[in-house]
């Protein structure tokens, strides 16, 4: 069946813009996860949505990061006034959420340079 | 709190040789583990992961791994490397809720011709 998908897939935008990256998750999988990858660096976790409960926005760098997930589906990661410390690979996953051990899938990412 | 520490930043194999990648974890309960590869701008596959089940865990590409309690260990092998094992490699544990994911900083995996 069709994976977790991600747009778009490159993003340049210049310092001070706003963006907008979208992930849709595999149909059924009720949480969903955003990480943020740097060169050469690990994930880093940015927001986690479980159903209908409040995120869990603990990873979030600053204030100009938000999240929605609209319909317990569809998630938009918003950057306000970006920087270009914000460029890296954002990468979305989304889980099936049952009892204990499953995994995360994973996007292909979408690559956000800020010049 | 949960953590993951993977020993080696960067490994580097022959073609033909053992492949072993480090991982040690940090959990105050019984916690699910999981490999997670990543090759060149692509997104993460899971290669495998334990949960509570067999501790010999059989994954994709014929890498396995051994969940061991007493040593906080879940070191991923592999009999003989392939070209096509070069990649990012991840080890993450997860939280009691199975909600929540820890991961390692990766270790980058090279294999020599």
């Known amino acids: 069946g069709a994976g977790v998908s991600q747009s778009p897939s490159n993003k340049v935008t210049e310092k001070g813009k706003d963006v907008e990256l979208r992930c849709d998750p595999i149909?059924?999988?009720?949480?969903l996860y955003w990480y943020r990858q740097s060169l050469g660096q690990g994930l880093e976790f940015l927001i986690y949505?479980?159903?209908?409960?409040?995120?869990?926005k603990s990873g979030l760098p600053s204030d100009r990061f938000s999240a929605e997930r609209t319909g317990g589906s569809v998630s938009t990661l918003t950057i306000q006034r970006t920087q270009q410390e914000d460029s890296a690979v954002y990468l979305c996953?989304?889980?099936?959420?049952?009892?204990?051990?499953?995994?995360?899938?994973f996007g292909p990412g979408t690559r956000l340079t800020v010049t | 709190a949960q953590s993951v520490t993977q020993l080696d930043s960067h490994v580097s194999v022959s073609e033909g040789t053992p492949v072993l990648l480090r991982c040690n974890y940090s959990?105050?309960?019984?916690?699910?583990l999981f490999w997670y590869v990543q090759h060149p701008n692509k997104g993460l596959q899971l290669l495998l992961k334990?949960?509570?089940?067999?501790?010999l865990v059989k994954g994709i590409n014929g890498f396995e791994a051994e969940f061991k309690k007493s040593e906080t260990s879940f070191h991923l092998t592999k009999p003989s490397a392939h070209m096509s094992d070069a990649a990012e490699y991840f080890c993450?544990?997860?939280?009691?809720?199975?909600?929540?994911?820890?991961f390692g900083t990766g270790t980058s995996l090279t294999v020599i011709p």
């Open positions: 996953a989304s889980s099936p959420r049952l009892a204990g051990g499953n995994e995360q899938y």
């Open positions: 149909s059924g999988h009720t949480a």
């Open positions: 949505f479980q159903g209908n409960s409040a995120p869990d």
């Open positions: 959990s105050s309960y019984s916690p699910s």
């Open positions: 334990y949960t509570s089940a067999a501790t």
């Open positions: 993450v544990v997860s939280d009691w809720s199975g909600n929540q994911f820890y």
